[in-house]
Every structure is written in structure tokens, then in C-alpha cells.
């Protein structure tokens, strides 16, 4: 039982270039959150999903783009990298109270 | 709006208590999350406490909830160098339901 993995861990990227982050958990729930942390601002909720096939809009959606492939994977996409976009990116997975989180890809955008 | 706010940095010696305020501002809250962020890792729950309770305690952590003033707070007893780490509390207003963090108390343990 793996948990929620995300790939890559660490991601350098140019201006304008486009990357899919992926996350994926084993552990058959329902919601999937993308966050990211910045310093000082704790986490901020990017998309979720609160089940397959649905996704919805968080607090800092401009820029990204989500997919929710199937029940196990949900993907978060740059399609125009911007520095503004440089940040620690975490994916979670929830059940009832809980939720989990994976262990954060950090993404530099030059 | 919610909003979440927790003081940015907390330094103590080995063996004392911690103790880690956060305030919200959403009455409405009903579950209320204490979170660790070791460093290089995700975010790891700690605890959390449902908004009809004062107090949960749990091993040499201690969660203490006054919904009147909005205030909650993590004591963590005879504090050792492991505990080291950020904590973030958050709430939200149902399980299942999504998370609003506050910003992070990053806790320096002192040998």
C-alpha cells in the first residue's frame, strides 16, 4: 500500500513550457486535492475532485489545468509555465476526516 | 471569507512544552486539523477535534478548542528534537469536505 505518489519530485522548467504532474493513490478514495506551498502562505487549494469524473476550481486555479483520469490518478497540468508558478506542489487524497498527502514535487520555473 | 492564521515561528528547549496557537475566523468551522510538515515531506494529521468538543488529548499532544473566541492551540508535552518541524492547523466545514490551511508555525527544538 503505497499511499498517494506523486511524480516528478523535482522539476526544472523555462518560461512558457508546458509539464503534467501526476499523482496517483491506492487506497480507493473519493476526493483528491492539488495544492501549493509557498513560504508564509501555508497551502493553497489549486483544484479538487470529489469524485471520477468531476473536478472543481479552488482558491488559485489560474494557470493549471486538472484531469481526473479515473478513480486512482488525478493530474495537474501547466500549460504555460510562468516563475510566478515556482513552488512546492502537493497532491492529497481524503476519506471521511482525513486526508493524505503525497510527498511534493518541487517545481522551479526560470 | 475564511481565513486561518498561526504565528510564524516558535522556538523551545528539549523537554518543555510547546504550545501552538491558531486562530480562524469562520464560525462555521466544524472540523478543526493539526497537521506536521517534516521537512522534504508532505503533511502528516496529527490530530484533529470537532467543533462540539473543548479538549482531545492524545499521548503528549493536547488540543485545546475555544469556539467562542475562535482559538485553537497544540500543546505538545516534554518537546524532543523529532518534533521539530512546521505545524498547520486548518478547517473545514465538513468531513469530506476541502481543507483551509493557515500559513504554518515552523517549531525549533532546542537541545
Known amino acids: 500500500n503505497a499511499g498517494v505518489t506523486q511524480t516528478p519530485k523535482f522539476q526544472v522548467l523555462k518560461t512558457g513550457q508546458s509539464m503534467t504532474l501526476q499523482c496517483a493513490q491506492d487506497?480507493?478514495?473519493?476526493?483528491m486535492y492539488w495544492y501549493r506551498q509557498d513560504p508564509g502562505m501555508g497551502l493553497r487549494l489549486i483544484y479538487y475532485?470529489?469524485?471520477?469524473?468531476?473536478?472543481d476550481k479552488g482558491e488559485v486555479p489560474n494557470g493549471y489545468n486538472v484531469s481526473r483520469l479515473n478513480k486512482r490518478e488525478f493530474s495537474l497540468r501547466l500549460e504555460s509555465a510562468a516563475p510566478s508558478q515556482t513552488s512546492v506542489y502537493f497532491c492529497?487524497?481524503?476519506?471521511?476526516?482525513?486526508?493524505?498527502f503525497g510527498p511534493g514535487t518541487r517545481l522551479t520555473v526560470l | 471569507g475564511e481565513d486561518v492564521e498561526q504565528s510564524l515561528f516558535l522556538s523551545v528547549r528539549e523537554g518543555d512544552s510547546s504550545v501552538i496557537n491558531c486562530t480562524y475566523t469562520d464560525s462555521s468551522s466544524t472540523y478543526l486539523y493539526w497537521y506536521k510538515q517534516e521537512p522534504g515531506a508532505g503533511l502528516q494529521l496529527l490530530t484533529y477535534?470537532?467543533?462540539?468538543?473543548d479538549m482531545k488529548q492524545d499521548q503528549r499532544l493536547t488540543v485545546l478548542l475555544n469556539k467562542k473566541d475562535k482559538h485553537l492551540s497544540l500543546r505538545i508535552a516534554d518537546t524532543q528534537t523529532g518534533d521539530s518541524a512546521i505545524y498547520f492547523c486548518a478547517e473545514s466545514k465538513a468531513a469530506g469536505n476541502k481543507l483551509t490551511f493557515g500559513g504554518g508555525t515552523r517549531v525549533l527544538v532546542k537541545p
Open positions: 492529497a487524497s481524503q476519506i471521511g476526516d482525513t486526508q493524505y
Open positions: 475532485s470529489a469524485s471520477e469524473g468531476t473536478t
Open positions: 477535534i470537532f467543533s462540539n468538543m
Open positions: 487506497m480507493n478514495h473519493n476526493s
